[in-house]
């Protein structure tokens, strides 16, 4: 059996091809470089019923992974999440069906861990040893903890305000942790300069090509658990822009392969704050590439990335699918973050939050009709953030109970 169908890289700007047996970085034009597999030959040889006799783990895609050897794969059980059911939610946006992919329920407590298992695996496939990237916080942790497990060291870098609980993740896995006074863009320099430097693996957002294909794997689940039907709508918050790329690549593979029982694409919707929202300045501009946004500044910490090197093929996806881009402030993500756990019982992250904020705007404005089936990407675990809330939590001595 054939444990991957991958075929070859190639560059959605300028067209070439590379080969996946050697280290690739960025394609020389400077775009990002993307998987392609051999779906007619897939399309052949499996069907989606077999899938789904497979473990609950995103490795049960394998065969859409760009992993050619079973012996590579670095996992610590992560995928196949919920897809939860928000009666009340629902009740209240006064939208038919909204449902929640819950990836706080990942190792890691953020879907980072997507992006990580397939990334490193293939890394260690490709003999690598070291790799370096900057983050935001739950990317870094997660690769560091993948790659503790396949014996490469991480180097990370981290602006200094990121959440706390992920410094210690990189820590506790033996990274090498550096932290910046400033922004993501600032940890990226630093690392850009150091890898030239040494000659080492870039594992930055999308200058490797494979921890798309980690994210892709939301989309391929988002399918199978409705039955390989698409929803209407998917709302995702948006940074850097993999998930949405990946998820919209998913959509694309599975209408290829003649999985899908509509060919029709889900309407996706990249959610930014109001603090950093370079997608969709350049959206509503219709631009198809976007500018520097300039002091950005958000508590949803995985969205504040100022400019994204993928933001092209965010807004490809965007247009291509009849989408839309949207922000929210911060008082609203965290409003409504109160209001998803006071309804429904769960505490999602503060960029998951901000998901939840465009929803209602949008039914708000009429583009998200009643009758659509809405997905709403939770990013992360509100957990692995114990203090960006802005609840107000009572203290409260034994007499105040008594009197
Ligand atoms: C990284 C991150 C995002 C943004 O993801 P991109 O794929 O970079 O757009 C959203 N939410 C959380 C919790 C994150 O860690
Ligand atoms: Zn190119």
């Known amino acids: 059996m054939v444990f991957s169908y991958i075929s070859h890289l190639y560059c959605p700007k300028c067209s070439s091809t590379y080969d996946h047996l050697k280290i690739q970085q960025l394609c020389i034009c400077g775009s990002p470089l993307l998987v392609e597999y051999k779906i007619d030959e897939l399309k ?104 503790a497990r396949a014996d490469i060291k991480a180097t990370i870098v981290m602006p200094i305000d990121a959440p706390k609980i992920t410094r210690e993740e990189c820590a506790i896995a033996g990274a090498d942790l550096f932290l910046v006074n400033g922004l993501i863009s600032d940890a990226g320099k630093i690392v850009g300069e150091w890898i030239n430097r040494n000659n080492i693996y870039d594992a930055s957002t999308l200058k490797e090509p494979y921890r798309i294909e980690g994210k892709k794997t939301m989309g391929f689940e ?44 889900p309407r996706l919707v990249a959610v930014q704050a109001d603090g950093c929202a370079p997608i969709v300045k350049a959206w509503e501009e219709g631009k198809h590439s976007s500018d520097f946004w300039p002091n950005s500044s958000t508590k949803a910490f995985g969205i504040n990335v100022p400019k994204a090197i993928g933001d092209f093929l965010v807004l490809d996806a965007l247009y291509n699918t009849d989408g839309y881009a949207i922000s929210v402030s911060d008082q609203e993500l965290f409003t409504e973050q109160r209001t998803v756990a006071s309804l429904e019982g769960t505490f999602i992250c503060p960029e998951g939050a901000a998901a939840f904020s465009a929803i209602r705007k949008l039914r708000g404005n009429g583009w998200i009709k009643d009758k659509d089936k809405v997905v709403v990407l939770n990013t992360g675990a509100g957990i692995k953030y114990p203090d960006s809330t802005d609840v107000q939590v009572p203290i409260l001595q034994p007499d105040d109970i008594l009197s």
Request: glycine residues 10%; aromatic residues 6%; contains cysteine.
């Open 44 to 147: 052949r040889n499996l069907a989606p019923e077999q899938i789904q006799k497979r473990s609950a783990s995103l490795w049960r895609y394998h065969e859409l992974l760009p992993i050619s050897s079973t012996e590579n794969v670095v996992s610590l059980g992560e995928g196949m999440t919920p897809l939860v059911e928000l009666k009340k939610l629902s009740q209240e946006m006064n939208i038919e069906n909204l449902l929640m992919k819950d990836e706080g329920l990942i190792p890691t407590g953020s879907f980072k861990a997507r992006g990580a298992t397939v990334g490193v695996s293939k890394a260690k496939e490709l003999g690598i040893k070291k790799l370096a990237m900057p983050t935001n916080g739950n990317a870094g942790a997660a690769w560091s903890l993948y790659s």
């Open 222 to 265: 988002i399918a199978e658990q409705l039955d390989w039907k698409c929803p209407d709508v998917i709302v995702y918050p948006t940074g850097g822009g993999v998930g949405l790329i990946g998820i919209y690549k998913a959509f694309k593979e599975l209408i290829q392969l003649g999985w899908l029982k509509s060919d029709k694409l």
